[in-house]
């Protein structure tokens, strides 16, 4: 009708199922042993057959790989284990053609070591502007032999390492958050605001549509570099397997909160100038926060100036609990309602142990996961999937001498850190590497990265490719339901039907429920209409009445 104006139409992001691609373990097309970008470009298929709308690549540019990429020398650049330029630039033009979108990362709390920065910073000396790049201070004690303070690092050990002056006398020590590889940059220094901008129109340039930030909670510190009450408490509280949702991990978890390193409030500032830069691109350009932040502190991260997401590390740490499912979507609701922002969903990621083996491993951990997927899957907002969950992988025990994460070496083995996660994708065969690369017999063997287990070969694309009942069946289904069903982006049609304990039931938009039985014994869903996807084959649907087993769940429209 002439006159009423259309409501504008949602950015993609706010509704968008996003596959993380670890370029590591994707694909090896040069056959190398380690996964490439002509890799990800051949498996962009497979990625548009999932029926997602965008890929996020965590680093591919150069680095010496001591944290596996997060370390990293110039982020303008790609890595020759990763390719050329030319090849990123041809992964995001394919992606594109094929309807996806891209996200790559972008890594502004700390360079490597190697980054020339960081090289004339050893170089100047004390008190000169190339320090100023990063958190250069002398230390305590009468020979500043003591850290400037007692911070400690994420992966371990303390946040300070001592360095040589020029002239070959003990010097000064610098902040490293993570390794001892990664010093932090110094984001009171001016010129690293101007780099990172430099770093965004680079890519957005180059057609990318969005940026996962890296340690997005911890750009800013406190300046005056206080001392902190129990530092070793505030690494605890970023533990997501510590987190059980008691109020003791509660109240641990609120010690982020504009702490000297972590959370503060001057970081939302950055994301200003960052956000000028996105609007001024044509398209909807877009950036995530990776901070695990108290629920009540997350929409700073995504106000209408700040960023546009927020990783939901709360709901990633969920265990097989249908309460705590409740209370944690109910609270990422509510603490983005006044902003507006739409909400994201996770099982896991590069960082954390994979969703079979975090809710029990074997094929009890697997049921329980897809029946997490219809969860994370039905909720408003975006959904991210790590590669491998599509599969139902589960962590693979790495030898002690193949393990690589610099966690297992911070912390002397105390942690083993997250190589079990890493490791290359299964696509097709009966053994290792299991079309990883192409190798043929008769050529030399690459050996992976990290190694695969014996027994993946159920779990290749090609063994689930043609069985609609598989995971990777269940994870197509669920993302061209998405599409079919516009009512998935309403953020207020979320209702909670009574639900007896043990039971997980949310009604969403467009008239239909998921339905989770976290129990031990089978149940008959209240809700009752036609099962559009289940997770599994032994959810039973007679006259409109759906029989649940244990540890399953399904979508179910009345
Ligand atoms: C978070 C990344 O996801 C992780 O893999 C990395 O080790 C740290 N940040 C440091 O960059």
Known sequence: MPGIAEPAPLPWWHRAAVYQVYPRSFRDLNADGTGDLRGVIHELPYIAALAVDA???????????????????????????????????ELIDQAHFRGLRVLVDVVPNHSS??????QEALAAGPGSPERAHYHFLDGRGPLGDEPPNNWVSMFGGSAWTRITEPDGSPGQWYLHLFDATQPDLNWSNPHVH???LDTLRFWLDKGADGFRVDVALGLAKDMDYPDIDD??????????????????????????ANSPILDRDEVQDIYREWRAVLDSYPGDRMAVAEAWVPPERAARYVASDTLHQIFNFDFMAVGWDADRIRTVVQQTLDGLRDVGAPPTWALSNHDTPRVVTRLGGGDVGRRR?????????????????YQGEELGLEDADIPDEARRDPVWFRTKGAQR????????????????????????????????????PPDWASFTVEAQLRDASSTLGQYRAMHRLRHAHPGFVDLHNVTWPDAEPGVFIVR?????????NCTDREI????????????????RLERNVVTLPPDTGAWIQA
């Open 113 to 118: 070591i190697d980054r020339p920065w960081f």
């Open 55 to 89: 890929l996020w690549l965590s680093p591919f540019y150069s680095s010496p790989q001591n944290d596996s990429g997060y370390d990293v020398v110039d982020p303008r650049s790609v890595d020759p284990i990763y390719g050329t330029l030319e090849d990123a630039q």
């Open 508 to 516: 969403r938009g467009c008239g239909f429920a998921c339905v989770v």
């Open 194 to 196: 101007l780099d990172a």
């Open 524 to 539: 008959t869903s209240p809700i009752e209409g036609y099962v559009m996807t289940a997770s599994d084959a032994s959810v």
């Open 417 to 452: 850190g997250r190589d079990g996660g890493r490791v290359p994708l299964p696509w097709a065969g009966a053994l290792p590497p299991y079309g990883f690369h192409d190798a043929t017999e008769a050529e030399v063997q690459p050996s992976l990265w990290l190694p695969p």
């Open 231 to 256: 530092p070793e408490g505030l690494v605890l509280a970023l533990r997501m397997d510590l987190d059980d949702g008691s109020a003791e991990a509660g109240a641990r978890r609120r010690r982020v």
């Open 369 to 385: 996961a897809r029946a997490m997927a219809l969860v994370a899957h039905c909720l408003p907002g975006s959904v991210y999937v």
